[in-house]
Nanobody, 123 residues
Framework: VQLQASGGGLVQAGGSLRLSCAASGRTFSMYTMGWFRQAPGKEREFVTAISRSGRTYYADSVKGRFTISRDNAKNTVYLQMNSLKPEDTAVYYC??????????????????WGQGTLVTVSS
């Protein structure tokens, strides 16, 4: 499985961005897909994930501002980020959990990772 994340950039606080993650493979619809982020000097942290059934789960820090969705016909997962804050600045990674049934916030549970896309939110 190969994952290609895109859509990062520089945005002012309060602005929006949409990240995309395109996946290879014919069984994309069976994966749980997650987004994680890593700020400079900090550990990688869970942002959100969506299971194969469409259930979603969000970190408290982004709840109400970020929305994850998936388009199985396009093998793509999206992260819509609204009301961005400077503390959202990080490299964002998409990841695939091939077990698919549950949602885990532990990044060790994910099998494949994209290359990351940088989101910078200026104050």
């Amino acid at each position: 499985v190969q994952l290609q994340a895109s859509g990062g950039g520089l945005v002012q606080a309060g602005g929006s961005l949409r990240l995309s993650c395109a996946a290879s493979g014919r069984t994309f619809s069976m994966y749980t897909m997650g987004w994680f982020r890593q700020a400079p000097g900090k550990e990688r942290e869970f942002v959100t994930a969506i299971s194969r059934s469409g259930r979603t789960y969000y970190a408290d820090s982004v709840k109400g501002r970020f929305t994850i969705s998936r388009d199985n016909a396009k093998n793509t997962v999206y992260l819509q980020m609204n009301s961005l804050k400077p503390e959202d600045t990080a490299v964002y990674y998409c990841a695939a959990d091939l077990s698919g049934g549950l949602i885990y916030s532990d990044y060790h549970r994910y099998d494949y990772w994209g290359q990351g896309t940088l989101v910078t939110v200026s104050s």
